[in-house]
């Protein structure tokens, strides 16, 4: 059998894990500097933990984990032809691999409540999986890094992440991001002032496609779900605002006047921080059914779909007991910004270098001659290692190139008298002789 993996995943390379490496540290780096504290949770959820979040499209995207042992054994077999597929997974998967990774942190939160600080701001790398079609920038498993703050309503905390945002962003030097913002309550105000609040879901889905399937497709999604033409037509001249003052008389809702005073004041007090990335965005919905208030969406330009997105849900834990706990997050899709990065070249030279230095090996003596070397110099956080075998030169060079190693210590028998080395650099070809005592002040500097 030829070995393969299961479409919509992928094995990488360990020059693709220290990039990946690279942007785990770097937006870690910017989560802990803004106060917020790591935690896990497991890979799979109860199913009745996960279903119902998403909206009823999400749900069909959830990977579902057969029971163990004879899973058909509570499955009334007499029927089963007429079973919906809805009701058979019920029967014969009580798991499921997680969605997202706000859900799950729903339900921590209210398991772990009695050991937890309000508000509780907490960051999270781990991956996910959706039963997604494959395509460029879409997985059926990647990574999300998530950053939340729940216990708490206040707008600073919208403030805050899309301040995260900026600096995650500019730290890995993607230049032209933006950050749409939009907001629940205008959303169902626009549906109030058309009179068709009924059809809130239906209008939110697909808005949220407005970006993959443009005005027409919209148009004609809303049409198949029994949108009136007047609604329609509202919902596009609403769609192509370009700021909140385009609104017109979506005022007259008190639910869509809250909405337009929230991101107004968040555009505010952005503003005056000197962040000019986060603008207003009609068309930005957000199709999972959690979110209830701002919603926020970040694009690169050229680039399709979105790198980071998020929003607040207020109350999400209500589902799993604990009411009336508003939370706000954002996710960063580590493998979009990943293809983004490479795509643009935008990744530091030495981020593919993992090893600093190597020690050639001339033969048994010589190697053991290095492993004091080689102590000190880690000891020293230089990561270094010796060459296994005693191959040849043209070998041991190549197999430094192959790993982007930029030096290479070569210690002989003349070196070993008069304790030296010769330290080659392999981007120039250039060969000096230092003292042994030297070789970390000379990697250092």
Same mark, same amino acid.
């Given at each position: ?93 009580? *798991?499921?691999?997680? &969605? ?12 772990? $409540? ?8 907490? &960051? $999270? ?94 148009? *004609? ?47 505010? *007090? ?60 954002? !996710? ?57 075998? !005693? ?7 190549? &197999? ?6 930029? &030096? ?22 250039? $060969? ?8 970390? *002040?000379?990697?250092?500097?």
């Amino acid at each position: 059998m030829k070995p393969s993996i299961p479409k919509g995943t992928r094995d990488f390379l360990p020059e693709q894990v220290v990039k990946r490496n690279y942007i785990f540290d770097t937006i870690e780096s910017v989560f802990k500097l803004f106060g917020y504290v790591p935690i896990e949770t497991p890979s799979m959820e109860s199913l009745e933990t996960l279903t119902g979040k998403y909206g009823d499209e999400g749900d069909m995207l959830i990977f579902k984990i057969l029971n163990s042992g004879d899973y058909l054994s509570g499955v009334n077999k007499d029927g089963l032809s007429e079973i919906s597929s809805t009701e058979l997974a019920s029967s014969i998967a009580g *798991k499921a691999l997680r &969605y997202d990774l706000t859900v799950p942190f729903a339900r921590y939160v209210v398991q772990h $409540q009695n050991d937890l600080t309000f508000p509780f701001k907490r &960051y $999270q790398i781990q991956p996910v999986w959706r039963a997604d079609r494959p395509q460029k920038s879409r997985y059926r498993e990647f990574y999300q890094c998530d950053v939340d703050v729940i216990g708490s309503k206040s707008f600073l905390n919208e403030i805050e992440l899309i301040q995260i945002i900026d600096q995650v962003f500019s730290e890995l030097g993607v230049k032209d991001f933006k950050i749409g913002i939009n907001h629940r309550k205008i959303l169902a105000g626009l549906a109030e002032s058309l009179s068709i609040s009924d059809k809130f879901s239906d209008m939110v889905t697909a808005l949220d496609k407005w970006d993959k399937i443009g005005e027409e497709g919209v148009g *004609k999604e809303l049409d198949s779900k029994g949108v009136h033409r007047d609604g329609i037509a509202g919902i596009m001249k609403f769609a192509k605002a370009t700021s909140l003052a385009d609104l017109g008389d979506l005022g007259q809702s008190e639910e869509g006047k809250q909405g337009i005073n929230e991101v107004s004041k968040i555009l505010s *007090k952005l503003d005056k921080l000197g962040i000019k990335s986060c603008l207003f965005n009609a068309t930005l919905a957000r199709g999972l059914s959690y979110y209830t208030g701002t919603i926020i969406e970040v694009v690169a330009d050229g680039f399709s779909g979105s790198i980071c997105a998020g929003g607040r849900y207020d109350d999400l834990t209500g589902i799993f007991g604990m009411k009336d706990v508003s939370g706000v997050g954002v !996710s960063f899709g580590a493998d979009r910004i990943y293809d983004l990065m490479e795509e643009r070249n935008l990744f530091p030279s030495d981020a593919n270098v993992s090893t600093e230095v190597m020690f050639a090996n001339f033969g048994e003596e010589e190697a053991s001659f290095c492993l004091p070397l080689l102590k000190e110099v880690r000891a020293e956080g230089i990561n270094a290692e010796l060459y296994p075998d !005693s191959a040849k030169m043209k070998k041991q060079f190549s &197999y430094a190139d192959a790993k982007h190693v930029p &030096y290479v210590a070569m210690i002989g028998a003349d070196e070993m008298a008069k304790n030296e080395l010769t330290l080659k650099t392999m981007e120039t070809g250039e $060969q000096r002789t230092i003292k042994s005592a030297d070789l970390v *002040k000379e990697l250092k500097r």
